[in-house]
């Protein structure tokens, strides 16, 4: 079973908006897909969840197509503080509650 | 509500020795999980349990033991640590009922000599 596939890396400038996409081709049909951002040295936090269509919060937006096949994690206007690593997480069908994470997307906010 | 809580934060061992990493958590979920981070790599499941009772291998279970003492604790044991267990290992809950957040410890760091 496929996890799922996010960009190894990207970088960005302060001010700008950053977009990741990540692949879940097997997601479950009735779960969520979360997204977390991992700073160094620390344990992964939770940002944002979404089911369908566009979700925001005060840190960012998700977008998920209709056949929920992906979906694109957006920070709007990064500062230097948002380098880290994001991960996107979707229960895969069949594998019940075994949560498997993939590479995640480190992200890079250069002055 | 100090939410999950992974003991001790840091440890050395000798190849050989054994451990047992503790975890505890106060939100009432039903699932819990242990995944260890390798420097500059991902998240990778080891042992999980989706209920108080049960417990399943995750991605890299071989030199690992877990116990599912009670819903807030489970623990993680090398009964004979090795080099390549050198690592990060984070604790997290679940609860699929209420909603589908992972909530993390701070992590054990554990160097294996």
């Known amino acids: 079973l496929a996890k799922t596939t996010q960009p190894i890396s990207m970088d960005s400038y302060e001010g700008q908006e950053v977009n990741i996409t990540c692949s879940h081709n097997n997601i479950a049909t009735n779960d969520y897909i979360t997204w977390y951002q991992q700073f160094p040295s620390q344990g992964p936090r939770f940002i944002i969840q979404?089911?369908?269509t566009k979700v925001t919060n005060e840190v960012a937006s998700l977008f998920i197509p209709a056949d929920r096949k992906s979906s694109t994690l957006s920070l709007p206007r990064v500062s230097l503080s948002d380098t880290a690593v994001y991960y996107c997480?979707?229960?895969?069908?069949?594998?019940?509650?075994?949560?498997?994470f993939g590479g995640g997307t480190r992200v890079l906010v250069k002055p | 509500n100090a939410g999950v809580t992974q003991t001790p934060k840091f440890q050395v061992l000798k190849t050989g020795q054994s451990m047992t990493l503790q975890c505890a958590q106060d939100m009432n979920h039903n699932s819990m999980y242990w995944y260890r981070q390798d420097p500059g790599m991902g998240l990778r499941l080891i042992y999980y349990?989706?209920?108080?009772?049960?417990?399943d291998k995750g991605e890299v279970p071989n030199g690992y033991n877990v116990s599912r003492l009670n819903k807030r604790e489970f623990s993680l044991r090398l009964e004979s640590a090795a080099p390549s267990q050198t690592s990060v290992y984070f604790c997290a809950t679940h609860d699929r009922a209420k909603d589908e957040k992972l909530f993390f410890g701070s992590g054990t760091q554990l160097s294996v000599l």
């Open positions: 997480l979707s229960p895969i069908k069949a594998a019940g509650n075994k949560l498997t």
């Open positions: 979404g089911y369908k």
């Open positions: 349990s989706a209920s108080e009772g049960t417990t």
